[in-house]
């Protein structure tokens, strides 16, 4: 059996706060056998797991051992060619030197000069999140929801499933499988536009896929709908004081 292990450092406040000090794979007959060959190698009994006691330290070394698959192995171990200084390197020995070595690059400064360039949806200057107008169509009907979003819209998406509230469309939603749905991008809008700009971007595409009578929203755009609620509060309020 081959067993994957890392020996972390405790940095002093806890547990947790740990740093990666080696990588490994070892071969052993079982767990136990690993763990002996280990402590043999690393000249110390390392400890898995310690249940500390108020005030008690905890030690300096911590080990994390688990039986390993061939897949992982393949992936420490595997021979590759850097996407960008075109070095050979095998992962687990870059990140025995202290590199992020990855599937493609050899180190971080690799990565980085690797890294995509930043998407069109985020706006270039500060890095801010376009806003979108995203469009949730049932596949089986055609009939769809528009919303908006400054959120990144997968989560967005998410969050129509997975925190439903009693609306028309998470009523369907409930009502069917993630797969039913697709869900598009249909204009992202300019990262300095105001939210009310933002509202009237989706009241536009509501309107013109007719989303409320024949789709899934339920109301307009909720900033325009607030804002036309406040204009007929504050018209009783006029009223009340002529
Ligand atoms: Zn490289």
């Known amino acids: 059996m081959k067993f994957f292990y890392q020996l972390k ?16 794979f070892i071969e052993a007959a ?16 390392l400890k898995e797991r310690v249940v500390l006691k108020d005030g008690q330290k905890p030690p300096d070394y911590k080990l994390y051992l688990i039986q390993s698959s061939d897949s992982v192995i393949d992936f420490y171990l595997s021979e590759r060619k850097c996407m960008t200084c ?7 020995e870059q990140r025995n030197l202290g590199h992020h070595a990855s599937r493609e690059t050899c180190s ?15 706006d270039s200057l500060d890095g801010y999140r376009k806003p979108v107008i995203y469009r949730i169509t049932n596949k089986h009907n055609g009939k769809c929801y528009i919303g908006k979003t400054k959120q990144p819209f997968t989560l967005r998406w998410w969050q129509h499933f997975f925190h439903p509230t009693d609306s028309k469309f998470h009523k369907a939603i409930q009502e069917s499988q993630v797969h ?4 598009e991008i249909v204009e992202s809008i ?4 105001t939210d009310e700009e933002i509202a009237l ?16 929203n339920s109301v307009p755009s909720r900033k325009i709908e607030e804002q036309s609620q406040q204009t ?7 009223n009340e004081r002529c």
């Not at 002093?12 to 000090?21: A, E, F, P, Q, R």
């Not at 971080?108 to 985020?122: A, G, I, L, T």
């Not at 007929?232 to 006029?238: K, R, T």
Request: hydrophobic residues 30%.
């Open 9 to 24: 450092s405790i940095n002093g406040t806890g547990w947790h706060d740990s740093t990666l000090l080696y990588t490994g």
């Open 30 to 45: 079982d767990k136990k056998e690993a763990k002996a060959k280990l402590d043999n190698e690393f000249q110390m009994k």
């Open 86 to 92: 075109s070095e050979n390197y095998i992962i687990l």
């Open 108 to 122: 971080d400064k690799c990565r980085s000069h690797n890294r995509p360039k930043v998407p069109e949806y985020f």
């Open 180 to 183: 039913d749905w697709s869900f």
């Open 190 to 193: 300019d990262g300095k536009a």
């Open 201 to 216: 971007c989706e009241q536009k595409w509501i309107s013109n896929m007719d989303s409320i009578a024949n789709g899934y």
């Open 232 to 238: 007929a509060f504050d018209g009783e309020v006029l």
